[in-house]
């Protein structure tokens, strides 16, 4: 799941989190983990124009820095960057700071990647915009070569150029998987031939197949070998009856019945599930988690 509180878009908060601090982050972390699920994701915007700010909030907690407090908080569950605008920053500097999360969190990172939407982000950090679909492309695989096993990594391309220079400490997992976020052409062609897996941006049920198959294809077409990750965004849900307004498209009800509308998504040919509870406090919130750990998942086998 992704976590709530580091990211207050006004198209996915829930009201109380407006009001939360660290020691609910903390809270649902801890949660998470004691339930099972697989994986916590934090966002990534380095600062929101004053006419998107309306929309989407101007909270957006740092991803390395989260991520690593809570690596520290936790012991098993992983750690998720959905999904880093890495096209912002130099690919060197990005591998120290994720390398260093995966060395200290004992190879808990999964690198979620993402092209951006913003314009003024880019302008104010002096990076093209416009560039930013083949600036992606280049950073993956800057970044494949940085986080890989060598000390001194090697890249050249149109827009970087390293060689000589020695990176320590080494991420503690041989290979970091790179997930790549988006429902565009474009990046369902990046997740195919460079991913490791595939976040899609919340695309309703009905279109999940066909680009499934177009991701299976142009990954087969590329000569792409190695397993791929597929993943969905899920309907928001509240586990049991709610005894209140939580919104026409929530999913609702008894253990079963979740887990046989969830299980669709295994039947489409993913892999993993984005979960989202509907709440109107952190300990709603942690309730919810925790029924779906030990009520639900079960019925996934």
Sequence with gaps: MQLPVQAQSGLFAE?????????GLAEVARTAER??????????????????????GTTWYDPVATLSWLAGLTERVRLL???????????????????????????????????????????????DFDRRGPLLDETVD???????????????????????????????????????????????????TRGDGWLPQGDPRDRLPEKIATLRRLRAEAGVDGPLTIGAITEP????????????HTLSGGPEALAESLRAYAAMGVHQIQVR???????????QMAAFGAEVAPHFG
């Design 142 to 192: 800057a970044l494949r070569a940085a986080l890989g096993p060598e000390e001194y990594p090697e890249h050249r391309g149109a827009f970087f150029a390293f060689e000589g220079l020695g990176q320590r400490p080494r991420p503690a997992q041989e290979r970091v998987p790179v997930w790549v976020g988006g429902s565009s052409p474009a990046a369902v062609r990046r997740a195919a």
């Design 15 to 23: 009201g109380w989190e407006a009001g939360a601090g660290p020691g």
């Design 237 to 248: 849900l509240y586990v049991g009856a709610p005894s209140w307004p939580v919104g026409r």
């Design 277 to 287: 509870f509907r709440s109107r406090s952190r300990e709603e919130l942690c309730d």
């Design 35 to 56: 339930a099972g699920f697989a994986y916590l994701a934090s966002c990534d915007h380095v600062a929101i124009p004053r006419r998107l700010a309306d929309a989407m």
């Design 81 to 127: 960057s959905h999904v880093a605008i890495v096209g912002l920053r130099h690919p060197l500097l990005s591998a120290k700071s994720y390398a260093t999360l995966d060395h200290l969190s004992g190879g808990r990172l999964i690198l979620g990647v993402g092209a951006g939407h913003v314009p003024e982000e880019f302008a104010a950090l002096g990076v």
